[in-house]
Structures are given as structure tokens and as C-alpha cells.
């Protein structure tokens, strides 16, 4: 597509519940990035897809978050038994490898009640 | 692995004004490159210019130019006859090309009053 697109937009849930968050990235770029923002504060790097290389699972803060991404392109973040300090914004990006910067998607708002 | 500071938290300057967003970084890698994005209401990142650390021409983008100073870890962002539109937040990140992800910095809040 034209640029990278996450879904849901927002999505609202229970404690303790499991969520999926959709990234659908640029075709081609083979570089995909996952990264949460809290409310008010900076971009925190959670995990980063290279082509068919092992993702770099550093930032993920606890096994309760994992993500895959299929086929090179479509990347799902999965975070299990939600938390109230999961609440946040998850942003998606891709690169291609020319250094030009990330295309950002718009995001999905988590809010864990 | 990089660091990058931005030292306001809040900035605001009048429409039609100059307003300058500090950023330094930390990187041990001698080929980088340093972006500045910024975030409107609409949570959108948007890519607003890009330096190659091995030019030592500052790059321009219609309004908005950087004042990079490779010696001093310094790269600022010159925001010239400031408009509405601009309000946002503004990140600086610098990636070095060493296979990490984007490392960014907390970000300044650009308030632009008429």
C-alpha cells in the first residue's frame, strides 16, 4: 500500500485479556519496527524486523509481548494478559535500507481497563 | 548503542517566528544518520529532514534547517516563520547504520501562539 497500515485504531480491553495489534507495512521495505508510546513521553523501541534475519527482541519488556512477522511482511504484536501499564500508543514503521528514514503508521491506542 | 537528548521539554514561539529544538546524541560510530520527526495531535510520525553525518553541509527543507555540529554531538532544528500548523511534538533520532533500531529522544513540545 501506500503507506503502513495498523489496525485496530484503537482498542479498548479487559485486564487480563490478550490483544493482537496489526502492522501492514510498505511493500517492499524489509525493515519493520514496533515501538510504544506512553502518554506524554517518547517513542520506546520494543522489536525490529530485518528481511529474514532474527528480529531483535531487546526492547520487548517482559515475555508477556512477542511479535511475528509472516511472509516478510505483515507483523502482528501479540502482548498477553494485559496490564493497566500496558496502556499506550503502538506505533509500526518501515525502511527500506537506504537510510531515508522510517514510515510511521498512525498507530493503535491500547487502553487496558 | 546511541543515546539522544532533548533537553526542552516545551517550547513556544509566536507565528511568523524563529524558534531553534536542541538535540545532542552519543554514538561511537563514525557513519550515522539524524533524523528530526514530528508528531501532531493526529499521533502520525512525520519525517521533517535528514542529515548524512559525513556531509558537512546543514540540510534545508523549505522552512526547516538543522545546525549540525558533528564535533560537539549537536544537531538542532531551525524552524523559520513559524506557522500553526507546526504545533506538534518534535523527536530528533539518530540512527548509525549498525543494525539497531532508531534510537529517539523524548521529544519537545512546539506550542506556536498567533
Known amino acids: 500500500g501506500a503507506g503502513v497500515s495498523q489496525s485496530p485504531s484503537n482498542k479498548v480491553t479487559e485486564k487480563g485479556k490478550d490483544v493482537e495489534l496489526r502492522c501492514d507495512p510498505i511493500s517492499g521495505h524489509t525493515a519493520l519496527y514496533w515501538y510504544r508510546q506512553s502518554l506524554g513521553q517518547g517513542l520506546e523501541f520494543l522489536i525490529y524486523f530485518q528481511g529474514n534475519s532474527a528480529p531483535d527482541k531487546s526492547g520487548l519488556p517482559s515475555d508477556r509481548f512477542s511479535a511475528e512477522r509472516t511472509g516478510g511482511s505483515v507483523s502482528t504484536l501479540t502482548i498477553q494478559r494485559t496490564q493497566q501499564e500496558d496502556s499506550a500508543v503502538y506505533l509500526c514503521?518501515?525502511?527500506?535500507?537506504?537510510?531515508?528514514?522510517?514510515?510511521f503508521g498512525s498507530g493503535t491506542r491500547l487502553t487496558v481497563v | 548503542a546511541q543515546t539522544v537528548t532533548q533537553s526542552q521539554p516545551e517550547m513556544s514561539v509566536q507565528e511568523a517566528e524563529t524558534v531553534t529544538l536542541s538535540c545532542t546524541y552519543d554514538t561511537s560510530e563514525s557513519d550515522y544518520y539524524l533524523f528530526w520527526y514530528k508528531q501532531p495531535p493526529s499521533r502520525q510520525m512525520i519525517l521533517v529532514i535528514r542529515q548524512e553525518a559525513y556531509k558537512q553541509q546543514n540540510a534545508t527543507e523549505n522552512r526547516f534547517s538543522v545546525n549540525f555540529q558533528k564535533a560537539a554531538k549537536s544537531f538542532s532544528l531551525k524552524i523559520s516563520d513559524s506557522q500553526l500548523g507546526d504545533a506538534a511534538m518534535y523527536f530528533c533520532?539518530?540512527?548509525?547504520?549498525?543494525?539497531?533500531?532508531?534510537?529517539f529522544g523524548k521529544g519537545t513540545s512546539l506550542l506556536v501562539t498567533p
Open positions: 533520532a539518530c540512527d548509525t547504520n549498525s543494525g539497531y533500531a532508531l534510537n
Open positions: 514503521a518501515s525502511s527500506s535500507l537506504d537510510n531515508y528514514g522510517y514510515t
